[in-house]
């Protein structure tokens, strides 16, 4: 009789898995040597080690698949499961320490760091060890130019084995540029110019008032728009212009398309400025900035000074579009106007193939070309009027996915809110919760209704907001996908 082959090929599935796994167990060696090297008990990191290790070795050589093929299908479900895999094995130091946190706390601070989401539920994050201060920022750093990409980049194999379905389901945006016509060189050449800026910006911060360890923390959180920090009034505590200054253009480089990115450390300026998407990116920046500082001017219970009519205004700005979530002091001061702006640049995000969160402005631009055609097909009927980006037509199925991917963000945003309020939360703070996750957004203390409310949410109300920062971080439809029906048919 004919063998029956299984629609997934689960042990390849395993397999690769375990090879993730071990690749984590590496990155968890430098929090390790920061135990070390300032005297903090260094068990917890490595009882994460040896567990993870351990799996990770049983799946790479104990499972055997009969097939090394992977296809469409498994690409998503490998895409959806690393994340979470990871997340689960990353809530290990924080189970591991002195005041541990309980399993549903440290699984939900892990997924907030690799989905570079940045909320958390620690109340006094400054206490935390150095070990822990630099995994969590080192999550964020992995997540931001993303766990697949990085797989994509040092295992060249998969290369041929489902790494372009990977590569679609991890990537964000309407369209997946590749920057070479091997997968595993485009993600080579991308994780390069990641980790050439990171090593910038942590030169940058060192040179000022920060000390060596908070800067290296602090590039691992910004330059993957993370969020997360060492200190718990975060850059405030610096009282540094140079530092504010230096992080609102990371965070800005951060939003941009990382193809561009590596387009001009070529030499390829103008093919950066000739980009509709990055021109929007800046113009919206600059709107917001001009609208928003006159607010401020306008409010009496702003006190004046230049920095908060120059600076602050512009870090927030570029702040809240990137998802990196940084706030200045008295934010709360600023009125309702100005954090309605906020919250509205929270949906929107900034360029697709960055380390941002929100809808992206590629799909921005799309929904207002596709309704301004609309709307003068009212009066002309008969007129063809495609839609261009960048002098090229976008086709029709591709404006179908961008509208159908907004209703569906809208959607998940409005049912997460909604059941959250069944967890016991007041309906306010769960529509913020909601959105601040799909969104990725670690503007949570801030601009809230309740600083830190994610300290006070229920178990499950913290489990549903970790499936939204997933679906958030995958942009919707690779999580989606998996719960249909359909999908696990033959």
């Not at 919206?284 to 001017?297: G, K, P, R």
């Amino acid at each position: 009789m004919l063998r029956r082959v299984s629609i997934v090929n689960w042990k390849m599935l395993v397999r690769v898995l375990g090879w993730l796994l071990l690749i984590e167990a590496i990155f968890m060696g430098f929090p390790l040597l920061a135990s070390a090297i300032y005297r903090e008990p260094i068990m917890p990191f490595v009882t994460a080690i040896l567990i993870t290790l351990g799996v990770g070795l049983f799946a790479t050589f104990c499972v055997k698949p009969h097939r090394y093929d992977m296809g469409k299908r498994e690409g998503f479900l490998l895409t959806a499961l690393v994340w979470v895999v990871f997340s689960l094995f990353g809530t290990i130091p924080f189970m591991a320490v002195e005041n541990a946190a309980t399993f549903t706390d440290a699984f939900f601070e892990a997924m907030s760091g690799f989905t570079t989401t940045g909320v958390s539920t620690f109340a006094d994050t400054e206490s935390l060890p150095y070990g822990i201060h630099l995994w969590r920022s080192l999550m964020q750093w992995l997540g931001g130019m993303g766990i697949i990409l990085f797989t994509l980049a040092v295992l060249p194999m998969l290369n041929s084995s489902g790494g372009m379905q990977m590569f679609n389901a991890e990537v964000t945006g309407i369209t997946h540029e590749k920057l070479r016509p091997r997968v595993s060189s485009t993600a080579k050449r991308l994780w390069l110019v990641y980790f050439l800026l990171t090593v910038l910006l942590f030169i940058l911060y060192v040179v000022g008032p920060m000390n060596c360890f908070d800067s290296l923390c602090h590039a691992f959180s910004t330059m993957s728009t993370g969020g997360f920090s060492t200190r718990g009034e975060v850059l405030e505590r610096y009282n540094s212009l140079y530092v504010k200054i230096v992080t609102t253009v990371f965070m800005f480089i951060g939003g941009v398309n990382f193809a561009l990115i590596f387009r001009a450390s070529t030499g390829h300026f103008r093919s950066v400025w000739h980009n509709e998407v990055f021109r929007l990116y800046v113009a919206v920046c600059l709107v917001m900035f001009v609208v928003i500082d006159i607010s401020l001017i306008l409010n009496p219970a702003v006190e004046h000074s230049v920095e908060n009519y120059t600076v602050n205004p512009l870090f927030q700005v570029v702040s809240t579009i990137s998802s990196t979530g940084y706030a200045v002091s008295g934010i709360n001061s600023w009125g309702a106007f100005p954090l309605g702006v906020l919250v509205l640049m929270m949906l929107v995000g900034a360029c697709a193939g960055s380390t941002s969160g929100g809808a992206k402005l590629d799909r921005v631009l799309v929904l207002f070309k596709n309704s301004h055609n609309e709307l003068t097909r009212c009066i002309y009927p008969n007129r063809i009027l495609p839609v261009e980006v960048n002098h090229q037509i976008i086709p029709t199925d591709v404006i179908n996915k961008v509208l159908v991917f907004i209703a569906l963000y809208v959607m998940v945003i409005v049912d997460g809110a909604l059941l959250l309020t069944l967890c016991g939360g007041s309906l306010r703070d769960s529509a913020f919760a909601a959105f601040a996750c799909v969104s990725n957004s670690g503007l949570d203390s801030s601009i809230s209704p309740n600083g830190g409310l994610y300290t006070s949410v229920s178990d499950g109300g913290k489990w549903i907001l970790s499936l939204m920062m997933l679906t958030g971080r995958l942009e919707i439809f690779t999580v989606l996908l998996i719960f249909t029906p359909r999908f696990w048919k033959r």
